[in-house]
């Protein structure tokens, strides 16, 4: 009967003096939004920033734009819920290029300053600059193509568009290309010797290309080349694909499916470097933002428990008369005790579950991002670990409460 | 008539600052079975204390209450709450009843701690409002109801279960006379109907005069 008879009479009390309980309700409401949302978006740029657990970057190796339209649409139908867009890499190179290109097409032609060349070099190779193979995105001047460079060497060449320059490409030592450079004046078992290995040739700079703040880059294209011929040219070259996904696995699934899939040949996975670097920036940003979630936590969750046990105080006040009139009725103490503590329990327990379920459906308004189970499980865990706190310190008042309780005093009046 | 309980040779006093002030010393005296005994004397002669001690609500300090051949002092946390709930009821003169609870629940709660069903816990409540003249208030909060109907659920109350002994503390000491000749008819009938004995701490000579027996402090 106790358990029964206290529980009924904590809920009364709720529902009487509602304001602490509907404040407890909104502050664990807040608590649990926050607690919930912020680590679990930290969480995901911490993860973003070192190897993006839900992201991945698709490469093709020969795709053009229409190309990859049609097969980022294949693979959304195929891959959902995994989200595929397109780079906004590529986007932002042709549009910036059309109008660069244009322009090069129309600008005179004027020889820059050579800044890579040395005295040796200049004397077999007159050419202004000598990039390594490896900087080339596109193209290849031996056959008589254009180049499409990394934005960081453009930078160091200082070149702008309609400046033509000497590019001597340098292949790695050894290699089939290398084997097939002539110099002029030299055997190729000379050649050989001097490690040199490189196809020089005049290039007009046609475009200096820019991708929001990720990439710069120069195209060394031909003359006459149109822009539509650029821009399948940059498609071919750099398109890519991003993948986001609920979870790793989802994303590792679909990167292999898309490897594994005989009518995408081509494809290959790179880690995104660019969303890297972007998460990492903002990662560092937010992660500034930790100690006050620390400090809000804390002061946050200190406050419920005061609350919850300033409240069961009150309650036991409220309900001591009760309490010693069952003891002079013949209740045991002990199992009084123990029922008011269950019944606490019960009240706070519901009551701080009402506002963790209304947290953490608030938390995927209010934060739209996946939240892993772990960190569920520790604010409810936190959550549940406040509640027993704050019984027990009711608990330890109410049994020192009760050993005190003198019940001839309280209902015989005695004062002799 | 046997022993129901007796004092033999109790002692008590209460601490006053560095003092002790003794209220009660080798006080000796046998209640019998379905005796009434009533208790007078002045402010602070050890009335209620005598109360606390047959309630065994406190221990005697020498001495011994004897309840049925055991030592009242001597009782575990258990027997003590049996005690309370199955052979001793007690009647106090602010009433003290739980005022959220309706007068049929205050009545029933004797029962239902000492295990009784709710059933058979709620009929027998009923029959004892109907002889106290309340069923008709089953239903009602306690705080609607006067001083002497209070103190009539008190006496259902301490019927509910049967007990060999009431202590009552100045039971009608807080009501107008009609009311105090209502409640003491109704308490002495009830006690003669179950043979139950009886200790009233009273200073009101009409009620002392009822009593089988009489102790003055």
């Known amino acids: 009967m106790s358990p029964l008879f206290f529980l009924r009479e904590n809920l009364k009390l709720v529902f009487k003096h509602s304001a602490i309980p509907i404040f407890l309700v909104l502050a664990t409401i807040v608590l649990v939004v926050y607690s919930l949302s912020f680590p679990s978006y930290l969480a995901m740029k911490q993860a973003s920033a070192q190897m993006p657990p839900w992201s991945a970057t698709v490469d093709f190796e020969s795709k053009n734009r229409s190309e990859l339209n049609a097969l980022r649409e294949d693979l959304s139908t195929e891959f959902a819920p995994v989200e595929i867009v397109n780079s906004c890499r590529t986007e932002a190179l042709v549009s910036a290029d059309k109008r660069s290109l244009n322009e090069a097409n129309e600008a005179p032609q004027v020889l820059t300053e050579a800044l890579l060349l040395e005295d040796f070099d200049k004397k077999h190779f007159p050419a202004d600059v000598y990039i390594p193979a490896d900087y080339v995105i596109s193209g290849n001047p031996y056959d008589g193509e254009g180049l499409l460079l990394e934005a960081a060497l453009a930078q160091d060449l200082g070149v702008k568009a309609g400046d033509s320059i000497y590019v001597g490409l340098k292949y790695p030592h050894g290699s089939d290309e290398a084997q097939n450079v002539l110099i002029p004046g030299m055997s190729p078992d000379e050649a050989d010797s001097y490690a040199i290995d490189v196809v020089y040739r005049e290039i007009k700079v046609s475009a200096l290309v820019k991708q929001g703040s990720f990439v710069d880059g120069i195209a060394l294209l031909q003359p006459k080349e149109s822009v539509a011929a650029l821009e399948d040219e940059i498609c071919t070259s750099v398109t890519e694909l991003f993948l986001f996904g609920p979870s790793q696995d989802k994303i590792m699934n679909t990167w292999r499916r898309i490897q594994h899939s005989s009518n995408m040949e081509g494809v290959y996975l790179t880690p995104a470097s660019e969303t890297y670097q972007y998460h990492q920036k903002e990662f560092m940003r937010e992660n500034g933002g930790v100690k006050t979630f620390v400090g809000v936590i804390i002061v946050g969750s200190a406050i419920a428990f005061l609350l919850l046990v300033l409240d069961g105080l009150w309650k036991q006040q409220k309900l001591m008369h009760a309490f010693a009139v069952l003891v002079a009725l013949g209740a045991p103490k002990k199992k009084l005790i123990v029922s008011q503590v269950v019944s606490a329990l019960f009240v706070y327990g519901v009551l701080i579950l009402i506002g963790c379920f209304a947290g953490s459906c608030l938390s995927r308004i209010a934060y739209p991002i996946w939240i892993p189970s772990e960190i569920k499980q520790m604010v409810f865990a936190a959550a549940g670990l406040i509640v027993l706190g704050a019984v027990l310190c009711q608990s330890i008042v109410l049994a020192l409460r009760v050993k005190r309780l003198d019940i001839a005093q309280s209902f015989f009046g005695e004062t002799e | ?217």
Not at chain 2, 39 to 49: F, H, V
Not at chain 2, 152 to 174: M, Q, S, Y
């Open chain 2, 1 to 217: 008539m046997g022993s129901l309980i007796s004092f033999e040779k109790v002692s008590f006093s209460y601490e006053q600052g560095s003092k002790r002030r003794k209220v009660i010393q080798d006080l000796s005296f046998e209640i019998q079975k379905g005796e009434f005994l009533a208790i007078t004397g002045p402010s602070g002669s050890g009335k209620s204390t005598i109360l606390s001690l047959l309630a065994g609500l406190k221990r005697p300090q020498s001495g011994k209450v004897v309840y049925e051949g055991k030592s009242v002092g001597d009782f575990s946390e258990n027997e003590l709450a049996h005690y309370l709930n199955c052979e001793v009821g007690m009647i106090y003169q602010f009433f003290n009843l739980i005022p959220h609870l309706s007068v049929l629940e205050n009545v029933m709660l004797p029962a239902l701690i000492g295990g009784v069903s709710k059933e058979d816990a709620r009929r027998k409540a009923l029959d004892l409002l109907a002889d106290v003249k309340l069923l008709e208030k089953t239903k009602s909060k306690i705080a609607k109801l006067s001083g002497g109907q209070q103190q009539r659920v008190a006496i259902a109350r301490v019927f509910i279960n049967n007990p060999k002994l009431i202590l009552a503390d100045e039971p009608t000491g807080n009501l107008d006379k009609t009311s105090t000749d209502r409640v003491m008819e109704m308490l002495c009938r009830m006690r003669e109907n179950n043979g139950t004995a009886l200790v009233v701490v009273t200073h009101d000579k009409d009620i002392s005069s009822r009593a089988d027996s009489l102790l003055s402090l």
